[in-house]
């Protein structure tokens, strides 16, 4: 006898799969750069569908499985593999959302535009195992379609297998700050720390709902409010929502915007009033809390816009924003002030002009705020 052991069918088997792995890492090795070339494509692919389809992201970012990584999975006792087609996440893609309600929407577009394995796919948001903290993302592998893979610039990306794993920012939160801890089972972390990790999860959870809610309810309210405005402006308090109504109905805000353009010569270059949430500030720094004082105002004051505008004007002004008129009415209510310290603190507040001109562009506002005094 020699000494020697048998050697066992699981010891052969063992054998076999490290030379297997060599060859895998070769195959790998050597088709890094096509699988880099997959996921950027798929990253703007992904990018373009979710834009076509209404779903506005966080980020889509994407990445492909390093060498090195290769090595580690391929090496693992619970890992076995005869084909590199059948390693599902040499290529990755993250998609995050800023509302968990749009994972689902998402994974609509995923179903519809890529072949997707049922078997290699899972849900994770559906189940929590017992031994692990937190919630988890909705996770697709997925292949290019026939019909995509037959168009020229597509087609080398054929067999190719995409592990997507879509979640929203606090899901993607957490999942980071999970990581950086090191601890994905509960079982060795002590207990009054295991309390804590579920409370912040739970915490999340519910924060991810609320946002979906608020949501949900900001757009049933600006659905209405243009509605509401025309039966009781008074009770409609003044916001972004209620402001950009305006411009949808017969207004008096409206009507100074078309005021103010036709006396500079201008026109409305976009409907994107970019600028509207300060116009909402700066009104309520003038005690403007609801619509109904706001057209009241407009109206009121529209020969002192008219004015002002005929003052400062120079030139023509050319495209503007929508909330031209609100702009420089926000200018006469400074004026009407008939102070310096007030027309000063609203300019330094709101950062209007340099350091260096804003003595210049108080005292002629002021001018014109003692001039229509003057007048009336």
Known sequence: MTGRIPRTDRQLKMTISMQRQLE??????????????????????ITTLLGSSGIQVHTVTHRFKSYESLAG???????????????????????????????DRIAKVLEREFQVDPNASVDKRKYIEPERF????????????????????????QGL???????????HAWA?????LGYKSAAGVPIDIRRRFARVASLLELADDEFSHIRVTLKEY??????????????????????????????????LDQLVLSIGNGRIGSQDDLRADTLVERLHSF???NIGQLEHIAQREVEAVSAF??????????????????????????????????IEEYLTKFNIGTDEDRPMLIDKILEFGLSQSGAD
């Open 24 to 45: 895998l890492l070769d195959q790998y090795k050597k088709s890094q750069g096509t699988f880099s070339d997959f996921t950027a494509t798929l990253s703007v692919l």
């Open 73 to 103: 999975k391929l090496s693992r006792p619970d890992k076995t593999y005869d084909l590199l087609t059948e390693i599902t996440d040499l290529a990755g893609i993250r998609i995050t959302t800023y509302f968990a309600g749009d994972v």
């Open 134 to 157: 937190g919630y988890s993302s909705l996770h697709y592998v997925v292949e290019l379609s026939a019909a995509r893979t037959n168009l020229s610039e597509y087609s080398k990306y």
């Open 161 to 171: 297998k995409c592990e997507i794993q879509v979640r929203s920012i606090l899901q």
């Open 176 to 180: 980071e700050i999970e990581h950086d």
């Open 222 to 255: 600006e659905a209405t409010v243009a509605a509401k405005i025309s039966q009781s402006p008074t009770d409609v308090s003044l916001d972004l929502a209620s402001f950009r109504a305006l411009y949808e109905i017969d207004s008096h805000v409206e009507r």
């Open 287 to 289: 005690g403007v809390a």
């Open 309 to 342: 505008v005929a003052l400062w004007v120079e030139e023509e002004l050319g495209p503007v924003s929508r909330g031209i008129g609100i702009f420089y009415l926000l200018y006469v209510l400074a004026a009407s002030t008939k102070s310096k310290t007030s």
